[in-house]
């Protein structure tokens, strides 16, 4: 079930999605639009742990607070955050993937906050981002580098109709599980 409306007194578009029956659930989970201004301090508490373990994502593990701010919210990046409860447990940017004959294809990036996995936010929003990529007239979406140990992404991925169209043998250096294969997935949005 889904439910689509606008935020009172904002301009900012809110989208409810329950992702797990609301029986099981005490709170819906809400996907909205998030902003530098608003939402840099809970954002970044999101953003670090994830950046310090050095894991999943290809950003250096030192990487300062306005540096990973700088990223995450880039021009060519449109961004959510997922909220529970009025607290931020994950957000996402959207974008297109490459400039000119490639831009009919999205690119996204996921962050679950550690204290929040298993709680139904990174469905929520890849759920929300396929949406929002076809709102956009995006024709397909692709993820250019998943690290290949991060395997509750790629069974998420795989759950929503992404499928595996390449393999970069050793292109991540894992800190633990030292280097390892990143893959490229991909799925039509038509």
Not at 131 to 141: I, L, P, W
Request: charged residues 20%; aromatic residues 10%; contains cysteine.
């Amino acid at each position: 079930m889904r439910q689509i409306g606008k935020a009172c007194g904002s301009a900012a578009r809110m989208r409810q999605i329950d992702v797990i029956p609301l029986a099981l659930r005490k709170w819906p989970m809400q996907i909205r639009l998030a902003s530098l201004q608003a939402d840099a301090d809970p954002i970044w508490a999101i953003l670090e742990p994830t950046i310090r373990t050095g894991e999943t994502y290809t950003l250096p593990r030192d990487m300062a607070r306005k540096e990973a701010l700088k990223y995450w919210f880039a021009p060519h990046h449109e961004i959510f955050a997922a909220e529970e409860s009025a607290q931020i447990v994950g957000t996402y940017f959207l974008q297109a993937n490459q400039q000119g004959g490639g831009s009919h294809v999205a690119n996204c990036g996921y962050i679950t906050a550690p204290w929040a996995t298993g709680r139904g936010a990174a469905r929520a929003m890849c759920a929300h981002s396929l949406d929002r990529a076809r709102e956009r007239g995006f024709k397909a979406m692709q993820f250019n580098f998943v690290v290949s140990t991060n395997e509750r992404a790629i069974a998420l991925w795989k759950s929503f109709g992404f499928e595996i169209v390449g393999r970069l043998p050793g292109a991540f250096q894992h800190p633990a599980e030292g280097f390892v294969d990143a893959l490229v997935m991909y799925r039509s949005l038509l």
